[in-house]
């Protein structure tokens, strides 16, 4: 096997490792590491041999954006399927972690580029630096609107955050000073893209040299080992926060909030929580966005991709179940991206209808994925994944 | 053949069972007064009768059609016409357009039937424009029946008339009661008010535990001690 | 002593407590401090330094807009009203009805200009097709999705996600079918305009229609005070038990709901796309302005989405002195949130 193929072959067994690892749960420790592990290697190896380059790396993306949407259904999880909090305006969570993440990691413009780019602030900081950036910008945003926003009833709750969603995308529309708006912010860092192309100063000669086969091209191998790994982490912290005493609330407060009230729980206060905890994901979410795409502006965040798609991922894999959510995302990208090429093989039945349809095949898509919503509210609304039954751990298990 | 004839009729809301083999019959002129304990399944069976629950077993018929479980708006249209105890009336339309809805299902003019219910409740004829709503107890008890009385039914339903209600209203409600059967309409009532009710009705029916357990004329029932310490709290 | 003076003070503050309670849910708390917001817009805008002239015209305009905003809001706070349901794709209904009307005028042949305004007869044409036309989709649209979920008494939160669903569903047809690009009823036309008093000025088609929201809604005022199917819709509105009970016929109350709302929604989307422009977004675009004049005027209450509608144009047009003219509904989203701290029932609901 040659070397590129290697390369290749360890980086994509990275999130099948941790799949492997999550779906062998029940093994012993070691087991479930080494099973996953050879499994893992195994499967990467396999499809790198089987699969052309281009349809490798085509799955490659797929599985990255998948997981980039996964890590914003989980986000919705905990607010949605964990404590009943209607959010529509996720759009605006996953704006203010894509654009933190930017203006943190990104540098000022200089010279002739300050004509055209305009931002706020400009940092240089490393990419896990705009992570956490963005993961706390989005909490506060949540922190900020919660206080008169989650008090109120189910469907006031939803249009306050529609109007959110709405603020936001304007924002990030009109204020140029803020972040170039309308214009896009480009030149957003790619974590460890240096292994792609000269070496990283800061990893040892040995890790460069293995990886030295690989071309820019291959830089999504890279991102997506990087934002399963987050996945993973944000997975399991959401699994053992569910079992903890603080989800034993949560839950406790959406089956009956006066019930939880009067045993004397700060119902709002956990409601609070829960909507800070699950926009800080979705901020994590933007910012493993935003360093994938390089360059972002408002229409990233519009109803349809940034709010609309997250709701028929976690309706789809069922709300209040973790994997579920996760499985949502992956199967309505697939769905999304499916649908993308059932729109090509349409070609021709679209243009025999009107000659503008074809390029206007992203809507169709849409249409597509509308009904798919539809489908599953009227006919399977748990989703596929039924709520997890959870049995908390006892204090002294954990 | 009665006019109203519920027949062994078992039902519930969910799993929960309330009533276990029921039956009474109405004739077409009489009063007929159901009394029991508090949870006995009497307002159950006004909902039964009136299509809001389904028997699980057993029918419900009435003139010689088989309505159980039928939809309200149909049993309407049959001749038979409901009060419920709450919400009986519609808060924000006014006494004059209550009465109309209660004969939505006609089309010609209602000029009449709102006369002969003002009639019936003089009262009302003087506040014909004002929101139901903003209407006393009593005042929205008449308003309630009025609304039922609009079709001319054959078999008046009354769940608990007498609810909430200052005695003397109570005399007046129960006297137009009376008036509304002279005139030829059967009145199916369920009262907690046991004493007045018997001493109206024709008949009565005891249910207790979601079963009959006595039944007869409503002025045997009414001087019958082991009935009063049993079922009517002495 | 000091017993007795320690739980007089906690009474005292008790009492403080409650008195601030009490203000607290008092409409007439809302009503004061959104005088007291409108006197603050006085004050800024003197202190800015902008005309009189100026903020009247805006005030005009708001008014103008109100107009559109209220055919919206009538349909929604209808549907809220009747169905228990908050139709979040009522904005995108609105666009559908644009774009059904953009189509009839483009296929109607054009008349001359009707005195003084910007269109001829095709517009009052399409109008009057697509307002029914619009009824009916909305109806068909229900009885596919929503009525399937109020048979099996799904919760509101499964009824607003398919709102939600028929939103963005209706939305992609209309990209499809008319592309992402804005587009006007009328290229190259001149908008004629008129003086209405002490220098301000508006567009004579804003007056068309602001006198057509005018004629619309007094037509649903008569349909719901003086026709039978009307009070019957007032009824179920009220109780629907009850309305079942006595006999009314639900399904027809539905149908008309939805007929009245549609119908509106349309003519307000092709009104609004003729004062302004039409886009695929512009119902979504419109469904905060909309829920926040039903949220101000008591959600379910006709006459006070009227207000409500009115209240937000204002606010909508007069913040656009203040800050960047696309922040408008931010504003609109700003006096909702005050209502919903302050009277979440609105100002003519009722409490509890």
């Not at chain 3, 008014?63 to 559109?68: P, S």
């Not at chain 3, 905003?69 to 209808?78: C, D, E, H, I, M």
């Not at chain 3, 819709?233 to 038990?241: F, G, Q």
């Given at each position: 096997?040659?070397?590129?193929?290697?390369?290749?072959?360890?980086?994509?067994a990275?999130p099948?490792?941790?799949l492997?690892?999550?779906?062998?749960?029940?093994?012993?420790?070691?087991?479930?590491?080494?099973?996953?592990?050879?499994?893992?290697?195994?499967?990467?190896?396999?499809?790198?041999?089987?699969?052309?380059?281009?349809?490798?790396?085509?799955?490659?993306?797929?599985?990255?954006m998948g997981?980039?949407?996964?890590?914003l259904?989980l986000?919705?999880?905990?607010?949605?399927?964990y404590?009943?909090?209607?959010?529509?305006?996720?759009?605006?969570?996953?704006a203010?972690?894509?654009?933190?993440?930017?203006?943190v990691?990104?540098n000022?413009?200089?010279?002739?580029?300050?004509?055209?780019?305009?931002?706020?602030?400009?940092?240089?900081?490393?990419?896990?630096?705009?992570?956490?950036?963005?993961?706390?910008?989005?909490?506060?945003?949540?922190?900020?609107?919660?206080?008169?926003?989650?008090?109120?009833?189910?469907?006031?709750?939803?249009?306050?955050?529609?109007?959110?969603?709405?603020?936001?995308?304007?924002?990030?529309?009109?204020?140029?000073?803020?972040?170039?708006?309308?214009?896009p912010?480009?030149?957003?860092?790619?974590?460890?893209?240096?292994?792609?192309?000269?070496?990283?100063?800061?990893?040892?000669?040995f890790?460069?040299?293995?990886f030295?086969?690989l071309?820019?091209?291959?830089?999504?191998?890279?991102?997506?080992?990087?934002?399963?790994?987050?996945?993973?982490?944000?997975?399991?912290?959401?699994?053992?926060?569910?079992?903890?005493?603080?989800?034993?609330v949560?839950?406790?407060?959406r089956?009956?909030?006066?019930?939880?009230?009067?045993?004397?729980?700060?119902?709002?206060?956990?409601?609070?929580?829960?909507?800070?905890?699950?926009?800080?994901?979705?901020?994590?979410?933007?910012?493993?966005?935003?360093?994938?795409?390089?360059?972002?502006?408002?229409?990233?965040?519009?109803?349809?991709?940034?709010?609309?798609?997250?709701?028929?991922?976690?309706?789809?894999?069922?709300?209040?179940?973790?994997?579920?959510?996760?499985?949502?995302?992956?199967?309505?990208?697939?769905?999304?991206?499916?649908?993308?090429?059932?729109?090509?093989?349409?070609?021709?039945?679209?243009?025999?209808?009107?000659?503008?349809?074809?390029?206007?095949?992203?809507?169709?898509?849409?249409?597509?994925?509308?009904?798919?919503?539809l489908?599953?509210?009227?006919?399977?609304?748990?989703?596929?994944?039924?709520e997890?039954?959870?049995?908390?751990?006892?204090?002294?298990?954990? | 053949?009665?006019?109203?004839?519920?027949?062994?009729?078992?039902?519930?809301y969910?799993?929960?069972?309330?009533?276990?083999s029921?039956s009474?019959?109405?004739?077409?002129?009489?009063?007929?007064?159901?009394?029991?304990?508090?949870?006995?399944?009497?307002?159950?069976?006004?909902?039964l009768?009136f299509?809001?629950?389904?028997?699980?077993?057993?029918?419900?018929?009435?003139?010689?059609?088989?309505?159980?479980g039928?939809a309200?708006?149909?049993?309407?249209?049959l001749g038979?016409c409901y009060?419920?105890?709450?919400?009986?009336?519609?808060?924000?339309?006014?006494?004059?357009?209550?009465?109309?809805?209660?004969?939505?299902?006609?089309?010609?003019?209602?000029?009449?039937?709102?006369?002969?219910?003002?009639?019936?409740?003089?009262?009302?004829?003087?506040?014909?424009?004002?929101?139901?709503?903003?209407?006393?107890?009593?005042?929205?008890q008449?308003?309630?029946?009025?609304?039922?009385?609009m079709?001319?039914?054959?078999?008046?339903?009354?769940d608990e008339?007498?609810?909430g209600?200052?005695?003397?209203?109570v005399?007046?409600?129960?006297?137009k009661v009376?008036?509304?059967?002279?005139?030829?309409?059967a009145?199916?009532m369920?009262?907690?008010?046991?004493?007045?009710?018997?001493?109206l009705?024709d008949?009565?029916?005891?249910?207790?535990?979601?079963?009959?357990q006595?039944?007869?004329?409503?002025?045997?029932?009414?001087?019958?001690?082991?009935?009063?310490?049993?079922?009517?709290?002495? | 002593?000091?017993?007795?003076?320690?739980?007089?003070?906690?009474?005292?503050?008790?009492?403080?407590r409650r008195?601030?309670?009490?203000?607290?849910?008092?409409?007439w708390?809302?009503?004061?401090?959104?005088?007291l917001?409108?006197?603050?817009?006085?004050?800024?805008?003197?202190?800015?330094?902008?005309?009189?002239?100026?903020?009247?015209?805006?005030?005009?305009?708001?008014?103008?807009?109100?107009?559109?905003?209220?055919?919206?809001a009538?349909g929604?706070?209808?549907?809220?009203?009747?169905?228990?349901?908050?139709?979040?794709?009522?904005?995108?209904?609105?666009?559908?009805?644009?774009?059904?009307?953009?189509?009839?005028?483009?296929?109607?042949?054009?008349?001359?200009?009707?005195a003084?305004?910007?269109?001829?007869?095709?517009?009052?044409?399409?109008?009057?097709?697509?307002?029914?036309?619009?009824?009916?989709?909305?109806?068909?649209l229900?009885?596919?999705?929503?009525r399937?979920?109020?048979?099996?008494?799904?919760?509101?939160?499964?009824?607003?996600?398919?709102?939600l669903?028929?939103?963005?569903?209706?939305?992609?047809?209309?990209?499809?079918?008319?592309?992402?690009?804005?587009?006007?009823?009328?290229?190259?036309?001149?908008?004629?305009?008129?003086?209405?008093?002490s220098?301000?000025?508006?567009?004579?088609?804003?007056?068309?229609?602001?006198?057509?929201?005018?004629?619309?809604?007094?037509?649903?005022?008569?349909?719901?005070?003086?026709?039978?199917?009307?009070?019957?819709m007032?009824?179920?509105a009220?109780?629907?038990?009850l309305?079942?009970?006595?006999?009314?016929?639900?399904?027809?109350?539905?149908?008309?709901?939805w007929?009245i709302?549609?119908?509106?929604?349309g003519?307000?989307?092709?009104?609004?796309?003729?004062?302004?422009?039409l886009?695929?977004?512009?119902?979504w675009?419109?469904?905060?302005p909309?829920?926040?004049s039903v949220?101000?005027?008591?959600?379910?209450?006709?006459?006070?989405?009227?207000?409500?509608?009115?209240?937000?144009?204002?606010?909508?047009?007069?913040?656009?002195?203040?800050?960047?003219p696309?922040?408008g509904?931010?504003?609109?989203?700003?006096?909702?949130?005050?209502?919903?701290?302050?009277?979440?029932?609105?100002?003519?609901?009722?409490?509890?």
């Amino acid at each position: 096997m040659d070397n590129v193929l290697l390369a290749r072959s360890v980086l994509l067994a990275v999130p099948l490792y941790l799949l492997a690892l999550t779906l062998l749960g029940r093994l012993n420790p070691w087991l479930r590491h080494v099973l996953g592990l050879v499994i893992g290697f195994a499967v990467a190896a396999g499809l790198n041999l089987v699969l052309p380059a281009g349809d490798l790396s085509y799955f490659t993306t797929f599985v990255l954006m998948g997981c980039v949407y996964a890590v914003l259904a989980l986000g919705l999880n905990v607010q949605w399927g964990y404590t009943g909090l209607f959010n529509i305006g996720i759009a605006a969570f996953f704006a203010v972690g894509a654009f933190t993440s930017a203006l943190v990691t990104t540098n000022m413009p200089q010279g002739a580029m300050a004509a055209f780019t305009q931002q706020w602030v400009g940092l240089g900081a490393p990419f896990v630096v705009g992570v956490i950036a963005a993961g706390l910008a989005s909490g506060l945003l949540a922190l900020l609107i919660g206080g008169p926003t989650l008090r109120l009833r189910g469907d006031y709750l939803a249009i306050a955050t529609i109007g959110i969603g709405e603020l936001a995308r304007l924002f990030f529309q009109n204020e140029r000073w803020l972040a170039n708006g309308p214009q896009p912010l480009r030149g957003i860092p790619q974590p460890l893209s240096c292994l792609v192309n000269d070496g990283c100063s800061t990893l040892p000669a040995f890790v460069n040299q293995f990886f030295s086969a690989l071309s820019p091209r291959d830089y999504p191998f890279i991102y997506v080992a990087i934002v399963a790994l987050i996945l993973f982490l944000v997975y399991q912290a959401l699994e053992r926060a569910i079992r903890s005493p603080w989800g034993r609330v949560l839950r406790a407060v959406r089956e009956d909030e006066d019930a939880a009230a009067m045993n004397g729980k700060n119902v709002p206060g956990f409601r609070m929580q829960a909507f800070v905890v699950g926009a800080v994901i979705m901020g994590i979410g933007g910012s493993l966005y935003a360093h994938y795409v390089v360059a972002i502006d408002y229409s990233h965040f519009d109803p349809l991709y940034g709010t609309f798609l997250i709701w028929v991922m976690l309706m789809l894999g069922g709300s209040g179940n973790n994997r579920g959510a996760i499985l949502g995302a992956l199967v309505v990208w697939a769905i999304w991206t499916g649908t993308s090429f059932l729109v090509d093989a349409m070609r021709p039945a679209l243009a025999a209808i009107s000659p503008e349809l074809p390029q206007r095949g992203p809507y169709v898509r849409f249409l597509l994925i509308s009904i798919l919503m539809l489908v599953i509210v009227l006919y399977r609304p748990k989703g596929l994944f039924p709520e997890e039954k959870v049995v908390s751990l006892a204090r002294d298990e954990r | 053949m009665a006019l109203l004839k519920v027949d062994d009729a078992t039902a519930g809301y969910g799993e929960m069972q309330v009533l276990n083999s029921v039956s009474l019959t109405v004739e077409s002129d009489e009063i007929v007064s159901i009394v029991g304990p508090n949870g006995a399944g009497k307002s159950t069976v006004m909902k039964l009768i009136f299509g809001l629950l389904k028997p699980w077993e057993g029918t419900v018929q009435f003139d010689g059609n088989d309505i159980s479980g039928m939809a309200p708006d149909k049993i309407v249209k049959l001749g038979l016409c409901y009060v419920p105890q709450v919400d009986n009336v519609f808060p924000s339309l006014s006494v004059e357009e209550n009465l109309e809805m209660g004969a939505f299902i006609l089309d010609g003019p209602l000029g009449e039937r709102k006369e002969r219910v003002f009639e019936l409740f003089p009262r009302l004829a003087e506040r014909r424009r004002q929101r139901a709503g903003k209407m006393s107890g009593g005042e929205r008890q008449m308003v309630a029946m009025g609304r039922a009385l609009m079709l001319d039914p054959k078999l008046l339903m009354l769940d608990e008339p007498s609810a909430g209600l200052a005695p003397m209203l109570v005399d007046m409600i129960f006297e137009k009661v009376a008036e509304v059967n002279a005139a030829g309409v059967a009145v199916l009532m369920v009262e907690q008010n046991a004493k007045r009710s018997l001493e109206l009705a024709d008949r009565g029916y005891v249910l207790a535990t979601g079963r009959n357990q006595v039944e007869g004329p409503g002025s045997e029932l009414l001087n019958d001690p082991e009935v009063a310490r049993l079922y009517l709290g002495g | 002593m000091a017993v007795v003076e320690q739980s007089l003070a906690g009474a005292r503050g008790r009492n403080l407590r409650r008195r601030a309670g009490k203000l607290f849910g008092n409409r007439w708390t809302l009503v004061v401090i959104l005088a007291l917001v409108a006197v603050a817009v006085v004050i800024g805008a003197d202190a800015k330094n902008i005309s009189g002239v100026r903020m009247l015209t805006l005030v005009v305009r708001g008014v103008m807009l109100g107009g559109i905003l209220s055919l919206g809001a009538v349909g929604v706070t209808l549907i809220y009203g009747v169905l228990k349901m908050s139709n979040f794709a009522h904005g995108d209904y609105m666009t559908v009805g644009a774009y059904l009307g953009f189509a009839l005028v483009g296929v109607l042949p054009h008349g001359p200009r009707i005195a003084g305004l910007s269109f001829g007869y095709e517009f009052i044409v399409a109008l009057l097709l697509v307002m029914p036309l619009m009824g009916l989709i909305a109806y068909g649209l229900d009885r596919f999705t929503f009525r399937r979920l109020r048979v099996r008494r799904s919760p509101p939160i499964m009824m607003a996600m398919a709102a939600l669903g028929l939103a963005f569903g209706v939305r992609s047809i209309v990209y499809m079918v008319f592309g992402a690009d804005f587009a006007f009823f009328y290229t190259g036309a001149t908008r004629p305009s008129i003086e209405l008093f002490s220098g301000v000025r508006i567009r004579t088609d804003q007056l068309f229609i602001l006198v057509l929201a005018i004629v619309l809604i007094v037509l649903v005022y008569l349909l719901l005070e003086r026709t039978k199917i009307g009070k019957a819709m007032r009824a179920t509105a009220d109780n629907l038990d009850l309305a079942r009970i006595s006999g009314i016929d639900t399904e027809r109350v539905v149908f008309w709901t939805w007929l009245i709302g549609g119908a509106l929604a349309g003519a307000g989307g092709m009104l609004y796309g003729l004062d302004v422009q039409l886009r695929p977004e512009m119902g979504w675009w419109l469904l905060l302005p909309l829920f926040a004049s039903v949220i101000l005027g008591s959600i379910g209450n006709v006459y006070g989405a009227l207000v409500g509608a009115f209240t937000i144009g204002i606010v909508w047009q007069v913040s656009g002195a203040f800050m960047n003219p696309a922040y408008g509904p931010g504003a609109a989203f700003l006096v909702m949130i005050l209502v919903l701290l302050i009277r979440p029932e609105g100002l003519l609901g009722r409490r509890g």
